[in-house]
């Protein structure tokens, strides 16, 4: 099965930045669309960003566009979530999560459409 783990978080305040990072065992990795989702507490889990197989093609929730960048490394089949500007709203756990689509599909944001999770890193922004 494939394994993804989260490293990374932290407390920070507000204004400031953090990189987590997702590692995963996927045999094929690079075939794998990748997405940042998060969960604050007593909240559902949102979508944060995910980016294609390719690294071509990204896709960001409106509350972090221009403050969050994704990225992957193929080759340290690892993917990134840099924050910066961070506010304390954006405390959360953050989970990585893979999702195996054909190639030429449009990136999903759905929580159900994702295969396979991390356990998540927490992130805690103060003011």
């Known amino acids: 099965q494939v394994q993804l783990v989260e490293s990374g978080g932290g407390s920070v305040q507000a204004g400031g930045s953090l990189r987590v990072s997702c590692a995963t065992s996927a045999r094929t990795f690079s075939s794998y669309s990748m997405g940042w989702f998060r969960q604050a507490p007593g909240k559902e889990r949102e979508f944060v960003a995910a980016i294609m197989w390719s690294g071509g093609n990204t896709y960001y929730a409106d509350s972090v566009k221009g403050r969050f960048t994704i990225s992957r490394d193929n080759a340290k089949n690892t993917v990134y979530l840099q924050m910066n500007s961070l506010k304390p709203e954006d405390t959360a756990v953050y989970y990585c999560?893979?999702?195996?689509?054909?190639?030429?599909?449009?990136?999903?944001?759905?929580?159900?459409?994702?295969?396979?999770w991390g356990q998540g890193t927490q992130v805690t922004v103060s003011s």
């Open positions: 999560a893979a999702d195996r689509i054909p190639r030429g599909s449009n990136l999903r944001i759905g929580i159900s459409e994702y295969d396979y």
